[in-house]
């Protein structure tokens, strides 16, 4: 099956530190890639939408300098949180699409960060 | 009103027992539909998608009623292992695609 790659899949860093995170789609070009935030016990939340060649479109709520995210190529995205502060400690998923309106969704397999 | 709407549960069920959960949506452009589940502290891995016709795989059968849209899922033959949430997922058609996730229903199966 189709395989997304997400890197670190882990990070602990100090307040104050910009972090980035990798999505790559292994097997197939990815026109458009989703970032999601997910914290404890709580549902996955659609962070932002990104399309190869574009800019991002994020979700209501969700500060587009806080969250970077660079779309470059039709196999990678990444997210960077910017000036990371406790409060953004969650985990990150990214999920890849071939864009195609009847294909499913494949997942990163998650970035848990913590922010001390 | 929000675009996918699931029951959050917890739907707690013995081993062996048959249990459904359903999905609505509201937007008409809907066009596909999958289920996923989410382990504790894991990615979403995708169940099935479902078809118009509804499709089963094994002790799994989904469906899609889109005059009331709505689709559902049924297990059969409940495991331990099925505990999880359930992720109802709607692809809607357009220039780019657009994707709406519901909240997801927590599955327990009680031994």
């Known amino acids: 099956g189709a395989v997304v790659s997400q890197h670190p899949s882990r990070v602990i860093c100090k307040s104050g530190t910009s972090v980035k995170i990798e999505c790559r789609s292994l097997?197939?070009?990815?026109?458009?890639m989703f970032w999601y935030r997910q914290f404890p016990k709580q549902s996955l939340m659609l962070m932002a939408t990104?399309?190869?060649?574009?800019?991002?479109?994020?979700e209501q709520g969700v500060e587009k300098d806080k969250f970077l995210i660079n779309h470059a190529s039709l196999t990678l995205s990444t997210l960077t949180v910017t000036s990371a502060h406790p409060e953004d400690s969650s985990f990150y998923i990214c999920s890849a699409s071939p864009g195609i309106s009847n294909q499913p969704q494949h997942f990163g397999d998650g970035t848990r960060l913590s922010i001390l | 009103r929000k675009e996918v709407e699931q029951d959050p549960g917890p739907f707690n069920v013995p081993e062996g027992a048959t249990v459904a959960f359903n999905c609505t949506y509201s937007?008409?452009?809907?066009?596909?539909f999958f289920w996923y589940r989410q382990d504790c502290r894991k990615e979403p891995k995708l169940l099935m998608s479902v078809y118009s016709s509804g499709n089963e795989d094994g002790r799994f059968t989904a469906q899609l009623n889109r005059a009331s849209q709505y689709i559902s899922l049924l297990i059969r033959d409940s495991k331990l292992s099925d505990s999880a949430t359930y992720l109802c997922v709607v692809n809607i058609r357009g220039g780019y695609q657009k994707v709406t996730f519901g909240t997801g229903t927590k599955l327990q199966v009680i031994p």
């Open positions: 990104s399309n190869e060649g574009s800019k991002a479109t994020y």
């Open positions: 937007n008409s452009a809907s066009q596909s």
């Open positions: 097997d197939f070009q990815a026109t458009t």
